[in-house]
């Protein structure tokens, strides 16, 4: 079955391009416009070598292989595969691994070379943590000292790219490609409070969207655990 189409699908040829010529890019694109599942197959069809996908948690990187796998119609572990702390599901075939960030801390210090690696995605950049500065500046170390050949693509939703263009040298050698998203409909309506506690308040909003749309989803924040607790025993 086809996947269906994205936003971040018009940009892919660019980005293919944009990197094939100056090695770094980095893509700005909202939040579901399809950049962590269609990014990196694109890279890997264009790089010779494994392309490693880099997500800031354990099970977002084991969320995204399966995702990809499925869109692939590949078996996890064959074509697309991820490498986390304690687990890893990828062979000697795997063109995609989805790996955390301290385990992309450990590949770059066991091989600095990065031995048969034509690419690396850094996803969720925004997400800043001391592995993920790291590792940028390890990279950056080896396409300037040893892999000039090497392809880094630095992606995120909400990210500032200039320090990252700066970093590299200036958009002559670190381009900015940005996708558009997709805009819905919004509307906004409040509940007062009153003499209510929050978690009583919370499952009668809940009930009454859930009644007046009942084949949608409602996706509920609340401060934390013992207040989820409880408006799940409530709405129970």
């Known amino acids: 079955m086809k996947p269906v189409s994205l936003p971040v699908d018009g940009v892919l040829d660019t980005l293919i391009d944009r990197l094939d ?3 770094v890019v980095a893509l700005t694109a909202p939040p579901g416009s399809g ?3 269609r990014v990196p197959p694109a890279v890997a069809a264009a790089v010779t070598g494994r392309t490693l996908l880099l997500q800031p948690r354990r099970v977002a990187a084991r969320a995204c292989a399966r995702r990809l796998a499925d869109e692939h119609g590949s078996r996890l572990g064959d074509r697309i595969g991820y490498w986390v702390r304690f687990d890893k599901h ?3 075939d795997t063109k995609v691994v989805v790996l955390t960030e301290g385990i992309l801390t ?6 600095p070379f990065l031995d048969g690696i034509g690419a690396i995605i850094l996803d969720e ?3 800043r943590s001391v592995h ?3 590792a940028l500046a390890l990279l950056a170390d080896v396409i300037r000292d040893a892999r000039p050949d090497l392809k880094i693509v630095v992606m995120s939703a909400t990210l500032d790219a200039d320090p990252i263009v700066r970093f590299f040298g200036g958009p002559q050698q670190c381009p900015v490609i940005a996708a558009e998203g997709r805009r819905y409909p919004v509307t906004t309506e409040h509940q007062p409070l009153g003499d209510r506690h929050l978690e009583s308040a919370v499952s009668r909003a809940v009930r009454e969207a859930v009644a007046h749309d009942p084949d949608g989803h409602v996706l509920v924040f609340l401060p934390g655990v013992a207040e989820i607790e409880r408006v799940q025993r409530s709405l129970s």
């Open 106 to 111: 450990r590949v770059l210090q066991a091989d």
């Open 35 to 37: 950049k962590t599942t």
């Open 90 to 92: 990828f062979g000697s």
């Open 125 to 127: 950049f925004h997400e």
């Open 132 to 134: 993920s500065d790291l």
């Open 21 to 23: 010529a100056h090695g």
